[in-house]
């Protein structure tokens, strides 16, 4: 039967699945951010307690993205397998636990091994939410609600910023350090949130009780037709996916955006003591936060631009460009303003970039196949969490300054900056009639026949 959506009908549905499902995955990416990136905060007080050299404390924040490359893929075939709502339940159980028991690490090694195994719990997390997405937005809408998904990573250094460095000077309860109750304090939250999975997540718009049978027609229909309608999608198997040469473009290009991202992120608190050495951790802790407000700001600006053009490559690359010259100006800066502002601008480009680069794989592979490819990319391209740390680590160990390893990831950056500008990926922007603005702002009436 045809299904005639007005325009009022078809804002009033993604209004209300954007209000459902936007702001419990947007809670649950910014405890997951916090949980990986408080190690940074925690640096201020654990490098001492714990012996730590700035090479070792670039190594225990990289290790990290070593478990997340070796189960990233086979955790997105998990859930598949077994459902959103089951596998990232478990994802957030297992990841809470681990966050909380690095509280008690006494050793380098024990900080190693449990970063190591964080990234195992949180493999698969990050694509599997990105490519639930999709089972929920159209191609028009998907990047707004990305970024509006992807805005718990500044949003989450916001909170941990000034949190985590008032729990460190603040609270050192039965003989605990400040920097072991963080880890607690902060580690606790996701496993009541995976318990909350359960309760709130829904799989498909087939199976949502809280829209109307009307609404889950239409979407399921919309979701559908589109997915037929790409005349540019691939159905690719596992191993052909891997081997792709586009999805290897992507992944290189994310690698080096995840190194200048991490490095900047994960460095911040200890680049800031550096401009200011007089200041104290919960001062370091709201500077820090600043550089984060202006990211989000800009980031949800860049998507909807991004959405309304219905263009997805020059929006991945023309961040990557400002980040480039940004984070160069930074390593040769010596005013903390001009500083802090020039990090600004560039985790601006930075969190600009991802959502529009998240669209780019469903331009030329099926959904089943794009959420393999995002698997593979966010694995593979997640090493460079490893690497951006470890430079500025090696960087500051060598010099006694981080200057080093901001330009290096300054110039690793221009040149995915190029990467991106060569790529030749299907999908073309759409015609003015039939872009789409946000989720929950007017749209344009469809029919859909089923």
């Excluded at 940074?40 to 404390?57: D, P, R, V």
């Excluded at 997405?133 to 998904?149: N, P, Q, S």
């Excluded at 608190?269 to 550089?291: D, Y």
């Excluded at 160069?328 to 601008?345: D, E, K």
Aim: charged share 15%.
């Amino acid at each position: 039967m045809a299904i005639n959506v007005d325009q009022s009908e078809a804002t009033a549905t993604m209004r209300t699945v954007s209000r459902r499902i936007l702001p419990f995955l947007f809670v649950l990416y910014v405890v997951n951010y916090i949980d990986r990136a408080n190690i940074g905060f925690a640096a201020l007080e654990m490098n001492k307690e714990l012996g730590l050299s700035s090479q070792a404390f670039g190594l225990a924040a990289g290790l990290f993205f070593w478990g997340y490359f070796l189960f990233e893929v086979p955790s997105n075939m998990a859930l598949a397998r077994f459902g959103a709502r089951r596998w990232i339940a478990r994802i957030l159980v297992s990841w809470g636990i681990l966050a909380t028991v690095m509280a008690f690490v006494h050793s380098p090694m024990q900080l190693y091994v449990l970063r190591f195994l964080l990234g195992v719990a949180e493999a698969g997390f990050f694509p599997g939410i990105v490519v639930y997405l999709t089972y929920w937005f159209r191609k028009k809408e998907v990047a707004t609600a990305t970024a509006l998904f992807l805005t718990a990573i500044p949003a989450a250094y916001i909170i941990a910023a000034p949190l985590s460095a008032l729990i460190i000077d603040h609270i050192d309860w039965f003989g605990l350090s400040g920097w072991r109750w963080m880890f607690i304090l902060e580690g606790v939250p996701a496993v009541a949130l995976g318990i909350a999975c359960f309760f709130v997540l829904t799989e498909k718009p087939a199976d949502a009780k809280w829209l109307t049978e009307r609404q889950r027609q239409w979407l399921t229909a919309e979701l559908e037709t589109e997915q037929q309608a790409n005349p540019h999608a691939r159905k690719l198997s596992t191993l052909k996916v891997m081997a792709d040469p586009k999805v290897l473009l992507l992944a290189v290009i994310y690698f080096v955006y995840q190194a200048g991202s991490l490095g900047v992120g994960y460095w911040l608190p200890q680049i800031v003591k550096e401009f200011s050495a007089g200041l104290g951790n919960t001062a370091i802790g709201f500077i820090s936060a600043i550089p984060y407000v202006v990211a989000a700001l800009g980031m949800v600006w860049w998507s909807r631009h991004s959405d309304r053009l219905g263009e997805r490559k020059l929006h991945s690359a023309i961040p990557l460009g400002l980040a480039a010259v940004t984070l160069i100006a930074a390593g040769f800066a010596h005013s903390p303003v001009l500083g802090m502002t020039l990090i600004a601008l560039s985790l601006t480009g930075m969190y600009s970039f991802k959502s529009p680069f998240w669209a780019l794989p469903t331009l030329f592979l099926t959904r089943s196949t794009a959420a393999v490819a995002v698997a593979v990319v966010n694995s593979i391209g997640n090493l460079g969490g490893f690497f951006g740390p470890y430079a500025i680590g090696w960087a500051k160990g060598s010099s006694g300054s981080a200057t080093g390893g901001l330009l290096l990831l300054g110039a690793l950056t221009a040149v995915a900056f190029v990467l991106t500008l060569a790529m030749r990926i299907g999908g073309r922007p759409q015609r003015s009639a039939d872009r789409q603005s946000a989720p929950g702002e007017p749209q344009q009436p469809s029919s859909v026949t089923r």
